[in-house]
């Protein structure tokens, strides 16, 4: 699930791995010059878990918590 949270865009897409579901996120804001987007953290592996649901929201916790932290 891709979504956007203060100045950054965030992609907390789950990984499927035969029945275990394993949370990681990428972390994109602008560039400031030609304002494309530019990676700028990937959570690796953030643990895995039973449904993709429960993989999304470490996903998403770890990236808000991340974005909060080096945020402008």
């Known amino acids: 699930m891709q979504f ?3 100045e950054f865009h ?3 897409s789950p990984l499927d791995e ?11 804001r602008r560039s400031t010059v030609g304002g494309e987007v530019v990676e700028v953290k990937y959570s690796g592996d953030l643990g895995d878990y039973p449904s993709d649901a ?9 990236a808000i918590q991340w974005c909060d932290e080096h945020g402008v």
């Open 18 to 28: 035969g029945g275990r579901y394993y949370g990681r996120a990428k972390i994109y």
């Open 4 to 6: 956007d949270y203060k």
């Open 10 to 12: 965030i992609d907390a």
């Open 54 to 62: 429960d993989a999304f929201e470490a996903a998403r916790h770890w």
